[in-house]
């Protein structure tokens, strides 16, 4: 899968290059177009056919291409994976990405951070194209040796496997969840790369709705 990015930073669209019979995994919501003869195959949560499930794009035999874009405005930013370095990601940011890009929920850096619980990141790992989506612009923070830095995890996006992270509260008087990252800071020590948005989408989406619902 290759991507190619456009309307961006503001009102970002990633269109998914396909090669003969390439699938590729995105949130169905996300699709806004594909080529003619891309099968879709909608995989519901939960049990639940809606548009919040998960689709599987296949191409047909002469390749096609998916059009996807974010709920709420913004960048659209494409990682490559080696194979060799994973990364941590943000539960919610991640838009599409092919069957050779896998999540990890088991991966041992996250029971340090979150325990047992299910964490508001995923590690992943693989080899291709992952699409991932801002909301407002995306900043790359590269650490070098020793450098420090603490991160809302409301504006984080992802951060490389190998970078030193810490998870601790902003006051024990502030309510905590690892779920969401309410009321939590990360402290982050170099080597390392953070990818980190300029918006803080929870507070972005419930503007807009209460917007929607004062008309």
């Known amino acids: 899968m290759q991507v190619r ?25 996300s699709m806004i177009a594909t080529s003619y003869g891309v099968v879709v195959d909608v995989r519901p949560r939960g049990g639940s056919r809606s548009r919040s499930a998960r689709a599987v794009f296949t191409a047909p035999a002469e390749g096609g291409w998916v ?4 709920a709420l405005p913004g960048d659209v930013y494409t990682m490559e994976l080696d194979g060799i370095n994973g990364w ?33 990141a995923e590690h992943v790992s693989g080899v291709g194209a992952l699409a991932i989506s801002a909301c407002g612009s995306l900043d790359v923070v590269t650490l070098g ?23 601790r509260a902003v006051s024990q008087s502030v309510h905590q969840s690892v779920r969401t990252g309410e009321g939590l800071l ?11 948005q300029t918006r803080n989408a929870r507070a972005m989406a419930a503007m807009l709705h209460s917007s929607g619902a004062g008309r």
């Open 88 to 120: 941590c990601v943000s539960r919610g940011c991640w838009l599409a990405a092919p069957a050779t890009v896998r999540t990890d929920p088991q991966w041992s850096g996250f029971r340090n951070l979150f325990g047992a619980d299910y964490g508001f």
């Open 5 to 29: 990015t456009r309307h961006t930073p503001a009102f970002g669209v990633a269109r998914l290059l396909l090669a003969p019979g390439e699938a590729v995994q995105a949130d169905y919501t």
């Open 67 to 70: 059009d996807v874009a974010p």
């Open 186 to 196: 990360l402290d982050f020590a170099g080597p390392g790369q953070l990818l980190i």
């Open 145 to 167: 040796q020793g450098e420090l830095i603490t991160v809302d995890p409301s504006y984080l996006l992802a951060y490389s496997e190998h970078i030193q992270a810490r998870l």
